[in-house]
């Protein structure tokens, strides 16, 4: 079996973002110098059953936009190099995870198309030590670098970290359903375009 994998590096004038994704493993050696965000993206390798290496380094002593920002559009990137051309994957996945008293919901396809609908509203302008608008700001970066289209939706929830959380869960659980394998699509790409 051949594994799936993606690696980036990048590296601009604001953060220095090293990136490897397997898709077909199990892992995690995440450091941002957040540990929130560390904490979040540790919830896509656990629930998405990938093996997620980030280390990144930004500058945080303006704020953590440029970070959070840039490691979205690495890993989107990354997820784009794993998959390749799509050949026998499921396509779509969706996940709905409660975190207490919050309950968010992810619908993805590997479209080819960047495109994100994302609904929360915080309860409060930061967590973690990280402004919460920066959940949303991760996620575009994703989508745009990766050519997916991203439904992530909080239906409910009163503490903040519990929001950001069952999102990033909701995300891990869509993503691992929509790369897998789909034995009987085999060899196939899962559109009717014939590429995707």
Known sequence: MSYRRGSVKRETKETQIEIELGLDETGADICT????FDHMLEQIS?????RLKVHAKGDLHIDAHHLVEDTGI???????????????IVRY???YVPLDESLSRAVLDCSGRP???FSCCFTRENVGGIDTELVREFFQGFVNSAGVTLHL??????????QAESLFKAFGRALRMAVAFDERAAGTVPSTKGVL
Do not use: C, I, Q, Y
């Not at 110098?33 to 929130?36: A, H, K, L, N, Y």
């Not at 690495?74 to 026998?88: C, Q, Y």
């Not at 939706?153 to 519990?162: M, Q, T, V």
């Open 93 to 95: 996945g969706h996940a």
């Open 153 to 162: 939706d909080n239906l409910r929830g009163e503490n903040s970290h519990h």
């Open 74 to 88: 690495a890993l989107g990137t990354a997820l784009r190099e794993a998959l390749g051309d799509k050949r026998g």
């Open 46 to 50: 656990r629930h998405g059953m990938v």
């Open 33 to 36: 110098g957040v540990g929130f």
């Open 115 to 117: 495109g994100l609908t």
